[in-house]
């Protein structure tokens, strides 16, 4: 049963969460943790705790890591509610929750979001075709129920997951038709000035090199700097299409490839639905090219009460994402009187250290994976709205007509209105805007988020 | 800047002005502090009704419905009405009675527009209303409306007319010098022969820049919408003695409100929606409609809109001041008003008097109080 108010109330039990919680319920604070998944791991530990040997090479050592955290949060005694769906969240740290189909109302002395992140909305053409899926999708499917794609497979885009996927269907013996790259041509090179900033994670970089040098190994056609990369078919996926890109030192063009499955993936940008719902002031970052949550050294957004860390504070990785949880926890712990000021310095001086380390690695990797503009900002008739089927250029043509930011525009198109709720639109929307006014995206601002957080029934909110 | 009027405020009835005046020759510039319809105008329920009015009201919703019914002649867009009819359901037969002594009232006074039907007769219209429902109040002809793409219409067709619109233009200061109003905005300043005020929630901070300060409430009136959902209701509902308003679109989503209050932040201009009022506006979707029990609402909001003491607006010449005039208050049912109200202000400006009767709205009945 849950209770009415908790000292330190966390949403998300991903590494960021977890960590908050074993380092908060350590010092003795009243802790409950809220996630809608079945199991702790958030996604990048997605039932680990439950996986196979066979899934556990196929997935890597990285993944095994997890378990630990997974047991330690287990084992640390604070209140955990798993399957839970946070539906209301207002300014005032008041929580609606869903627990077996009825909702509860829960407040907290401390607040910390960690919902993590979301995969970056891929918009090509065809893109809404049954067959196109993400990669995010796929190792889901991977990490849950062991499923990997049938048929012909094409994995497509830019970011760290995508490479990851790639070794991970290899393990698993999934035959790779292509591998398409987006990151613009000369990214890699234009990110070495980042790389000396790298260096200390030199085993991030390691890895990396042992992914692709396997991909080759396994002799999958890589294509790269693809430009103009569409998804061809009538009733469902039948091909992939791009107009340029280089295999090797060689020049491609107009290149059709038969593909059953497209699984499309740039990159992760932070969830920042919970944040937004509770008030907390949002930046642009522009490296990562995603709004980021404003916090300070401790995660404390600019709700003193609010700690928002991991992932969906900005991309950090899972582990730089457990050492926040653990400095956001620790330091809840202190402003709830449980722990001196001098005990948290000596407590946090290692962990932050650590952390430094963890995030060094980002620079270079956004640098690296930068999205390709021409799949941030579609072309006129690919879709940007797919619960509505609003195209590109319906929006521009909704600024044409006066439309200043994404509100506006939602008023005049419908985007953004369907049940996702602007969770696969919202950010390419400002980017449209912010391009076409030649606008900073922090001056276009983002869609306003409304309870509820996800559907909820007219019976459910009845009872409420 | 010099203009023949300045017209403050661009929801329904800032742009209705605005078309209704420019149309009659008198070309106006209208400063609105955000964009055409950001507020209660754009935001609201979008119910076309002459059902339920309050009786200084009813000469006016008459006069508008008819504007509503041929829309598109007036502003070039269908504003997406939908004559679908409204029904006012009783759910106890103490309601029932209420109901029929209103229809026998307004039948005294003239007009024939509401009529009862049994609790049969709403049955088969309505299969999947509750059976407690006993009866309604039916008004054929009334419907709504799409309140967004309605503001955008109006705003359009008066800029075709003549009108020129400055958003984002809050006005900061209002003087008279001679004849000559001179308002002033971040950027811009503006001398013109005549004044409309059509603020909105906003209304009374410019009556009171007019010395006639009104007790105008600004509140966050509350909706939700359903995912799409299998057509099973035509008309819009209403309720008695609960606050209900509850129509199913054409894509099948159904959006619930009726005026339960949310929480204001004017410093934001933003509505914040009171989960637990909420709450009680869905039983009452609930018990009317069972089958809505499994519907997922998809969104909830609040909408910024002002309210006077008694409910009805302030429409008409300052008390004040010559050449300026309210149209402002509506309280939560100005939507259907807003064809109207243009044309009564053009009246005024031009024949010094209106058809339709206007004294229970003067503003003066704030003054005096």
Not at chain 1, 230 to 241: D, N, P
Request: hydrophobic fraction near 40%; charged fraction near 20%.
């Amino acid at each position: 049963m849950i209770d009415d108010r908790y000292e330190l109330l966390i949403i998300g039990a991903g590494p960021a969460g977890m960590a908050a919680a074993c380092e908060a319920a350590s010092h003795g604070v009243r802790v409950a943790v809220l996630d809608n998944q079945a199991a702790p791991g958030g996604q990048i530990y997605r039932n680990v705790d439950r996986a196979t040997n066979r899934q556990n090479r196929i997935l890597g050592k990285d993944f095994v890591k997890g378990r630990s955290l997974v047991e330690q949060f287990i084992q640390s005694g604070g209140s955990y509610f798993p399957g839970s769906t946070v539906w209301f969240l207002d300014e005032k740290r008041r929580v609606g929750v869903l627990i077996d189909d009825k909702s509860f109302f829960v407040d907290a002395d401390k607040l910390l979001l960690a919902a993590g992140a979301q995969e970056r909305p891929m918009p090509i053409k065809g893109w809404q075709l049954p067959g196109v899926m993400t990669a995010g999708a796929g190792q889901i499917l991977l990490k849950s129920a062991g499923m990997v794609p049938n048929g012909r497979l094409v994995l497509a885009g830019s970011g760290p997951l995508l490479l990851l996927l790639a070794y991970q269907y290899l393990q698993a013996g999934v035959k790779i038709d292509a591998l398409i790259e987006t990151t613009p041509r000369g990214a890699i090179s234009r990110s070495l000035g980042k790389l000396f900033e790298a260096l200390p994670a030199t085993d991030y970089l390691l890895k990396g090199v042992k992914m692709m040098l396997a991909v080759r190994r396994a002799g999958i056609p890589v294509y790269h700097g693809v430009e103009g990369l569409s998804a061809i078919g009538e009733e469902k996926l039948e091909a992939v299409r791009f107009d340029t890109g280089k295999t090797g030192f060689k020049k491609v063009t107009d290149c059709e490839l038969r593909a059953d499955t497209l699984l499309l993936h740039q990159g992760v940008i932070s969830n920042i639905r919970l944040p937004l719902a509770a008030g907390c002031e949002i930046e642009w970052d522009a490296g990562q090219k995603n709004w980021a949550v404003t916090n300070d050294e401790w995660g404390r957004s600019s709700d003193a009460d609010i700690y928002v860390v991991g992932d969906g504070s900005r991309i950090s990785g899972a582990e730089a994402s457990a050492l926040q949880g653990r400095l956001a926890g620790m330091h809840a712990s202190h402003q709830l009187g449980k722990i001196s000021e001098s005990k948290l310095e000596v407590l946090s001086r290692p962990v932050v250290k650590s952390s430094k380390r963890h995030l060094s690695i980002r620079p270079f990797l956004d640098s690296c994976y930068t999205p390709s503009p021409c799949y941030l900002v579609p072309g006129d008739d690919t879709l940007v709205c797919r619960c509505e089927e609003i195209t590109a250029g319906e929006i521009r043509q909704a600024v044409r007509l006066g439309c200043t930011g994404p509100n506006q525009v939602k008023s005049f198109t419908r985007c953004g209105m369907g049940p996702c709720q602007g969770g696969q639109c919202g950010s390419t929307v400002s980017l449209i805007i912010a391009e076409q006014l030649g606008k900073p995206m922090a001056e276009i601002g983002c869609l306003r988020v409304r309870p509820p957080l996800s559907p909820i029934t007219l019976g459910q909110l009845s009872e409420a | 800047m010099k203009a023949d009027a300045i017209v403050i405020g661009a929801g329904i009835h800032g742009c209705s002005v605005a078309l209704h005046l420019a149309r009659s020759g008198i070309e106006p510039v209208v400063f609105e502090q955000s964009y055409p319809g950001r507020h209660a105008s754009g935001v609201n329920a979008g119910g076309v009704r002459r059902l339920g009015r309050h009786f200084s009201e009813v000469p006016l919703s008459v006069a508008a419905m008819k504007l509503w019914w041929n829309i598109r002649e007036l502003v070039d867009d269908d504003c997406g009405f939908e004559s679908s009819g409204q029904v006012k359901v009783a759910e106890s037969e103490t309601e029932f009675e209420l109901l029929e002594n209103r229809v026998k009232s307004l039948s005294l006074k003239g007009y024939e527009h509401e009529e009862i039907i049994t609790q049969s007769e709403l049955k088969q219209r309505i299969p999947a209303i509750s059976d407690h429902c006993c009866g309604a109040i039916l008004c054929r002809g009334d419907g709504h409306a799409k309140p967004f793409r309605t503001v955008r219409a109006f705003h359009a067709a008066s800029v075709r007319a003549g009108a020129r619109f400055f958003h984002g233009q809050a006005v900061e200061g209002i003087e008279r010098t001679g004849q000559t109003w001179k308002v002033t905005t971040r950027d811009f300043t503006c001398e013109a022969p005549l004044l409309i005020n059509c603020a909105g929630a906003w209304g009374n901070q410019i009556a009171a820049l007019l010395g006639e300060p009104v007790p105008l409430r600004p509140t966050a009136l509350m909706l939700m919408i359903s995912e799409r959902l299998p057509h099973f209701c035509t008309p819009v509902v209403g309720a008695t003695n609960r606050t209900l308003s509850f129509k199913q679109f054409g894509n099948g989503t159904v959006l619930i409100g009726g005026g339960l209050q949310g929480y204001v932040d004017m410093a934001r201009q933003h509505g914040h929606v009171d989960i637990t009022e909420l709450a009680v506006n869905a039983r009452t979707a609930r018990d009317i409609f069972p089958l809505m029990e499994k519907a997922r609402i998809v969104r909830c909001w609040a909408g910024i809109e002002g309210v006077t003491p008694d409910q009805i607006p302030v429409i008409g010449a300052s008390s004040t001041y010559p050449d300026a005039y309210h149209v402002f208050g509506f309280s939560a049912h100005g939507f259907q008003l807003g064809p109207i109200t243009g044309s009564i202000i053009s009246d005024l400006v031009n024949h010094q008097s209106t058809e339709l009767p206007i004294e229970d709205f003067a503003i003066q009945r704030f003054v005096n109080a």
